[in-house]
């Protein structure tokens, strides 16, 4: 409901109402919409036109008042104060609102399936985390010693990495262990070559460290090693090229390292979903080939859940000590809960068996998508990974079918989101892992009568 403020109320917004009116007329005074000076409603009109109750809007003016946003002049009423705006913020993209996307299919790439009910094996994980008392002062700032000793197994089991529990660290994820590496080891301006297309949270992280981004073609294989220029370092996808799904050849991995040994670059291995491979077993890791060379980074966004923010790095001894060091300051390290619960389902066989059970669903789902999308483009990825991608004949307008979708209930990434300077054609990035397989039929047929209509 509108009022005689810039103030709607979002009841779905699952954000207290007094706040949504709060940050609101925030933004309405740092905008410039509502000027010192003016004169509010009482706290009674104003409930009267949202339709909310007095209570929402005498606590939305009481925060404003203690802010210093509003003042009361005795006997005249409420008024904006003359709050001198300070530089707005500049965002680079739209605030990321999760929520915003809930009530659309989502087809956007990356994100498992996550069943309704929790199976056993996750349960049992986090009643042994119950069971026990956390650790009495602060953690290794590398990571739990056990952890660590249980993921030096897993990669060298499923990635081929010889290593140990001291070339380990846990991480939030990938993009903090990358953020981290870029943190300790570069400085502003260092030069670091990366895929394009490619993954846009590498590109703002590079960014965010005032790093020169060298813009790497991709082809059917993957990053393009022959193109590569002077870096300090290189971030690349070689299990499954992010977003087109190359996988990097033994030759070219092989070149890659000989070219990072000659030139001193560091590598920055992101293999995000390695564990999904439909065709035959992945290469190992490019990490396995060259320890010093070469930093390897794994997440369980893929596998389990994005929103447990867990992941890990792989590296020389000499780096894992020196990115603990610089944790150990920091105090940015992911929570013993978390890390004890990821040791009991790495323990307990809990992870392999999502990954066995995920590999068999997304491969019918894989089978299904390429088949209905087949004749609107060609499909490239699909051996791979949670999604595909369906490149589109020149002429397509990718953000427009991407807009068009979305507008029909569905979302799906235009291609051409992941593409910077190097030229290539539109297409769509699509992840079928995400939605129940049915909603997954329903969101492909509704984006087929929009390629249809292109
Ligand atoms: C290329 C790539 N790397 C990594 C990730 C996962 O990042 P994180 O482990 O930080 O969730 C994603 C998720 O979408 C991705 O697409």
Known sequence: MQSSLPLTIDRAAGLPLHLQLAEQFRAAVLDGRLQAGHRLPSTRDLARELGVSRSVTQAAYDQLHAEGWIEGRTGA???????????PVVRRRPAHRPDADAKLLTLRP??????????????????????????????????????????????????????GPENVLVTNGTVHGLRLLLTVTRQPGDRIAIEDPGYLNAVVAARD????????????????????TEAAAVYVTPSHQYPLGGRLPVARRNELVRWARRTGSLLIEDDYDSE????????????????????????????????LRLGWLVASEAMVDRLATFRADSGDWPGWPMQAAMLAMLRDGYLDQAVRRGRRMYADRRTHTCAVLSPYGQIVGQDAGLHITLLLPDDADDLRIAA??????????????????????PGLVIGYATPSTSDLHRALTTLTEILSRR
């Open 209 to 228: 460290h005032r790093l020169e981004i060298v813009d790497v073609p991709v082809d059917e294989d993957g990053l393009q090693v022959d193109a590569l």
């Open 77 to 87: 009423g409420t008024f904006v104060t003359d709050v001198v705006p300070l530089q």
């Open 404 to 425: 068009a979708a979305r507008e029909a209930g569905v979302v799906v990434a235009p291609l051409s989101e992941y593409r910077r300077t190097v030229p290539g054609p």
């Open 110 to 163: 990356g994100i498992p399936y996550i069943a309704p009910t929790p199976d056993p094996g996750w349960r049992r994980a986090w009643r042994e985390v119950s069971t026990q008392s956390p650790p009495r002062g602060y953690d290794d700032a590398a990571g739990l010693p056990a952890l660590r000793a249980a993921l030096a197994d897993h990669v060298a089991r499923v990635r081929g990495i010889a290593c």
């Open 276 to 307: 999904f491979r439909y065709d035959v077993a992945p290469l190992p890791a490019l990490a396995q080939l060259d320890l010093e060379r070469v930093v390897h980074l794994g997440t369980l966004s893929k596998t389990l859940s994005p929103a």
